[in-house]
């Protein structure tokens, strides 16, 4: 069976950090892209970062240039996201997703594999 499992959200204040973790299994992790979107209540699910195969290439979107990292280790099937400098504003519900076409990543629908969540809160 595949499965994508987030782990490492929690509450945190405002300028913590947070590192999330997905471990996937049941495909082959080193053929797919991995990204993470996340989403709030009411809003539309929007991709925080994604990362090639072998992890040569990234992308962050603009709202968390500089303080957020994706990374992948492909001997543990786990893609991580580094989280810095937290801002309320990025609470949400964060999910790792696979995908098997780079040029695919910025839309949801694209993605054969998607975790359950993990939350993060961000708050005074």
């Known amino acids: 069976q595949v499965q994508l499992v987030e782990s490492g959200g929690g509450l945190v204040q405002p300028g913590e950090s947070l590192r999330l973790s997905c471990a996937a299994s049941?495909?082959?992790?080193?053929?797919?892209?991995m990204a993470w979107f996340r989403q709030a209540p009411g809003d539309e699910r929007e991709l925080v970062a994604a990362?090639?195969?072998?992890?040569?290439?990234?992308r962050h979107a603009n709202s968390v240039k500089g303080r957020f990292a994706i990374s992948r280790d492909n001997t543990k099937n786990t893609v991580y996201l580094q989280m810095n400098s937290l801002k309320p504003e990025d609470t949400a519900t964060y999910y790792c997703?696979?995908?098997?076409?780079?040029?695919?990543?910025?839309?949801?629908?694209?993605?054969?594999?998607w975790g359950q969540g993990t939350q993060v809160t961000v708050s005074s």
């Open positions: 049941g495909f082959i992790f080193k053929s797919y892209h």
């Open positions: 997703g696979a995908v098997r076409k780079w040029n695919d990543i910025w839309t949801m629908n694209n993605y054969d594999y």
């Open positions: 990362i090639e195969n072998f992890g040569i290439g990234t």
